[in-house]
């Protein structure tokens, strides 16, 4: 059957191994089906169209994934090998290879543009203007916030001014900081504002991670990288964790928060109660 002139024939060895493609096969299905391991809940105005791109990535990659294993497995079962024949050569078939390649393009050309119009859509848009700012500083190995109080600006910080009781280093005697706030490991939003998050570090690459708004941006000690999105839902008892998705020393592990995204009488009753820096 070697040199594609005989009838080929089913062996043992080639139903076994189509059959444990077909297993393959029906377990892929059915964990895209039921979905048992997925994505945490989507709680982010973007985040949508995220899902939805990375959806029509994993259904175009499966279809092509259950044609080729299908495939396979059907030319092992079908086409054994006697242990007599002998191998040939032939040329290659360009027309096969030209119709392969142009679709093969033309279906990534079209995810690459669909993925770049996500890209744009949350990177090269400004923030509303109304959204809440808060300022996020990584370090090894928790995440500050810090918000400005009522005058809605933010008090001067230094890193020459960072102690163990000031971890941002937030210039106290600066007028607009006298009623900012200041929350380690706890970050608080409103639902249906926007949020304006400017990350920086203090020491390390870190990467600030909000899986259920799907938000991930490096924290880059010396810069100030802004980042926006648009709670849809509260947290409603639910814990929605805040990751570091860098690998940023020994205690990696333990770098976690929790976002909370609440009414308007919740989150001004939350503020009232945070001590202010003075």
Not at 47 to 62: A, E, N, P
Not at 257 to 264: A, H, N, Y
Request: charged letters at 15%; glycine letters at 8%; hydrophobic letters at 45%.
């Amino acid at each position: 059957m070697a040199d594609g002139s005989g009838p080929g024939r089913v062996t043992v060895s080639g139903v076994v191994l189509a059959a444990l493609l077909l297993i393959l096969i029906i377990a892929s299905l059915y964990l895209f089906v039921a979905k048992p391991y997925w994505f945490p809940v989507l709680a982010s105005v973007h985040g949508g169209s995220i899902d939805s791109l990375f959806s029509t990535v994993l259904v175009v990659s499966g279809i092509v994934f259950i044609i080729v294993q299908g495939m396979l497995g059907f030319f092992v079962a079908r086409y054994g090998q006697s242990g007599n024949e002998r191998a040939s050569y032939w040329h290659d078939n360009p027309k096969a290879e030209a119709i392969l390649l142009i679709s093969t393009a033309v279906i990534l050309t079209i995810l690459v543009f669909m993925g770049q119009r996500v890209w744009a859509s949350i990177y090269f848009v400004d923030a509303p203007a109304d959204a809440l700012v808060i300022q996020v500083t990584g370090e090894q190995f928790s995440w500050n916030f810090h918000y400005p109080g009522p005058d809605g600006a933010f008090g001067r910080t230094d890193p020459k001014m960072i102690t163990s009781a000031n971890n941002i280093g937030l210039d106290r005697s600066d007028p607009p900081a006298k009623d900012d706030i200041v929350s380690v490991g706890e970050m608080h939003v409103l639902a249906g504002r926007p949020v304006k998050v400017r990350i920086r570090s203090k020491d390390v690459i870190h990467s600030f991670k909000l899986p259920v708004m799907r938000v991930e941006q490096d924290a880059i000690p010396g810069a100030d990288v802004p980042i926006h999105f648009t709670p849809i839902r509260t947290t409603n008892g639910d814990r929605w964790e805040i990751a570091c998705a860098q690998l940023c020393g020994l205690g990696h592990y333990r770098m976690r928060g929790q976002i909370f995204v609440e009414t308007k009488a919740d989150l001004q009753k939350w503020m009232a109660e945070q001590p202010k820096v003075q």
